[in-house]
């Protein structure tokens, strides 16, 4: 025990203990947790900033260009250093020829989604690393990677499938989803005075329909899939299609309305002349219905009345020249009750009743022809009695009702032995529906009368 305690001395002698040492470290104080901007404040070189502003310019586009447009559009809401690093990285050249592909012509379903979508990518990243930047500005930086496209703008690309205008009406969708009116209405502006498009339509409305074709197919493609198509809500295509018309006199905003919307031949062209000569199935003038009824639904816009609406049928059932009448009764029966007894009314009300009278018959007929329920078109005579105050008004108005049934079935029997062996077969068919349509029509007209004095 004497040899082991002196041998102790010994390593002490040599060996301090830590209580007797002068070189002895003290003993590290308690840690105390602190937060993140704490740390950034006492260690100014280990913020993330810092760290991105000490990398070389070529290591950091190495450490960006691994991430996707989806990745990247993220990362750029994380600072406002990253965002200006972002802003930076997507206006050189080298991204721009990479990301900003002009595969337009692709005829495989799948490529085309995944072009459209690519943009729709393309909108949200441009959307958020340019949060910072004033609205005009913002359009001006963006517009200006994207208008040099050629399939992006008019008079460009002359491919009839091209998905240019699909492609950019994506990122105008993403870019200004969310955004209210009046900052819409400045991108409207904006869009105007970068494409030109006001000139452009102002020639288009002011020429004979038709003549001007090529530039008619145009503007329909570039406003339908650019500002209209791409919304699926019904308040934001409105938007869209009332800052189209509202420029432009009634006359003007109905040949627009058919430009935009009216039925299309096989080679691509508006059909006018098959509105004036020949009945279109309802399937021609489906958008042309959903598009009034888009304008008739918000009657509360500024400058907006129901009388501007019927105007505007009234301008439009008469270009290039009026309408066949089946065609209008097929609009009419697709713009649905409301909007259809609201144009019959006014006409009733100033006094044209043959020419309501003949309306009513070829709306029978297109329900007999298109499947509806007679019993639509027997309340629609009901309502439209309701706008005469007196009986012998009712009775001047039905009666002029059955005189055009009459004039009608001769018509289309003098049609039908007239001898036009191209014709001959389906003026006798439509002949049979309108006497089928009438029969109907009549049953449920006094079956509902015969109801009502039992009453």
Known sequence: MVK????????????????????????????????????????????AENFFHRLPSEVLDMILGKLSVLE??????????????????????????????????????????????????????????????????RLKFIFSRFLQ?????????????????????GILQTLIAGWDELECHRVFLFLCDATNILPKMEAVVSSKPGVPCFQE?????????????????????????IELLKPWPMVSQAHLLLILYGPLLPEGTVGWQELVERALPHGSLWDLARALLLLFSKL??????????????????????????????????????HLCYTFLASKALNGRLVEVSKLIVYIILVCEKDGYHMNWAVRLVQQVC?????????????????????????????????GNVVDDREIFQTLCILLDSSARFHAKFLYMFLQKNEM
């Open 4 to 47: 082991v305690k002196k041998a102790t001395r010994n390593v002490e002698r040599y060996w301090p203990s830590h209580k007797s040492s002068p070189y002895t470290r003290p003993p590290a104080p308690a840690t105390r947790m602190q937060t993140r901007s704490q740390l950034r404040n006492r260690d100014p070189g280990g913020s």
């Open 72 to 137: 990247l559009s993220v990362f750029s809401m994380t600072s406002k250093d990253v965002t200006h690093f972002v802003v930076d990285y997507v206006s050189t050249q080298k991204w721009r020829n990479r990301m900003i592909i002009q595969s337009f012509h692709c005829t495989c379903f799948q490529e085309q989604q995944a072009t459209i979508t690519h943009y729709r990518a393309l909108g949200l990243l441009f959307k958020r690393c340019t949060l910072l930047l004033p609205t005009k500005e």
């Open 149 to 169: 496209i050629p399939c992006f703008m008019l008079e460009h690309c002359f491919v009839q499938d091209c998905l240019g205008f699909a492609s950019f009406g």
């Open 217 to 241: 197919i145009e503007i329909r493609l570039f406003c339908r899939r650019v500002l209209l198509d791409p919304w699926s809500n019904r308040l934001e295509c409105q938007f869209w299609l």
């Open 300 to 337: 509360e816009v500024k400058g907006w009345m129901a009388d501007s609406i019927l105007a505007i049928l009234e301008e439009l059932t008469a270009i290039p020249q009026p309408w066949h009448v089946e065609n209008v009764a097929r609009l009419l029966v697709l713009c649905g009750s």
């Open 386 to 418: 309701k706008v005469f105050s007196s009986d012998p008004e009712k009775f001047l108005f039905l009666q002029n009702l059955e005189n055009m049934f009459a004039e009608t079935t001769r018509e289309f029997f003098e049609l039908s032995v007239g």
